[in-house]
T-cell receptor, first 111, second 112 residues
Framework: NAGVTQTPKFQVLKTGQSMTLQCAQD?????MSWYRQDPGMGLRLIHY???????DQGEVPNGYNVSRSTTEDFPLRLLSAAPSQTSVYFC??????????FGPGTRLLVL | GESVGLHLPTLSVQEGDNSIINCAYS??????FIWYKQESGKGPQFIID?????DKRQGQRVTVLLNKTVKHLSLQIAATQPGDSAVYFC???????????FGTGTSLTVIP
């Protein structure tokens, strides 16, 4: 099993550009989530999904969209990138109520 | 919202010594707790978990203690090795809920 994979590993955007961060898992986990990690702060939940077709907002959802058309994939879309979205983004998956498995992260720099 | 906090942001230990990393949680309804290890440039890695019906759980060289009375969680690492150097996070969750809450992390440095 590859576990949780994320692409790209690193991305530079200009303010106002849009992009999609990809996340996939091959463990048939129903629960998937996106976090951002900023220096001095804990992981903050952006959006999560408890199954295909079901998504919900987390703590910091503004500026991000998600969709879950399949169990395996959970892309995160930045609609109009802002410097405040410079961060490291982690995708995670789990069986509901169990420990989450994290991907390697995507480092995003917005200029 | 709920918060999960750590008492010590940094910890340095000698190789071979035992390490103790602490965490305070504020939601008394949380019933599932996890410790993660994050090495530089990598994603968090699951270490050990514990449910609220237990007060101690042991893994390989690691032990998690849960004190529900004072809402405190600790991670003990026995015979700390250089490879244990990393940031350690605690996380809490309600088994019926969908959201995990993470602390800011403690940076552990092992001195050879």
């Amino acid at each position: 099993n590859a576990g949780v994979t994320q692409t790209p590993k690193f991305q530079v955007l200009k303010t106002g550009q849009s992009m999609t961060l990809q996340c996939a898992q091959d463990m048939n986990h129903e629960y998937m989530s996106w976090y951002r990690q900023d220096p001095g702060m804990g992981l903050r939940l952006i959006h999560y999904s408890v199954g295909a077709g079901i998504t919900d907002q987390g703590e910091v959802p503004n500026g991000y969209n998600v969709s879950r058309s399949t169990t395996e994939d959970f892309p995160l879309r930045l609609l109009s990138a802002a410097p405040s979205q410079t961060s490291v983004y982690f995708c995670a998956s789990s069986i509901r109520g169990m420990a989450q498995y994290f991907g390697p992260g995507t480092r995003l720099l917005v200029l | 919202g709920e918060s999960v906090g750590l008492h010590l942001p940094t910890l340095s230990v000698q190789e071979g010594d035992n390490s103790i990393i602490n965490c305070a949680y504020s939601n008394s309804a949380s019933d599932y707790f996890i410790w993660y290890k994050q090495e530089s440039g990598k994603g968090p890695q699951f270490i050990i978990d514990i449910r609220s019906n237990m007060d101690k759980r042991q893994g390989q060289r690691v032990t998690v203690l849960l004190n529900k009375t004072v809402k405190h969680l600790s991670l003990q690492i026995a015979a700390t090795q250089p490879g244990d150097s990393a940031v350690y996070f605690c996380a809490e969750n309600m088994i019926t809920g969908n959201q995990f809450y993470f602390g800011t992390g403690t940076s552990l440095t092992v001195i050879p």
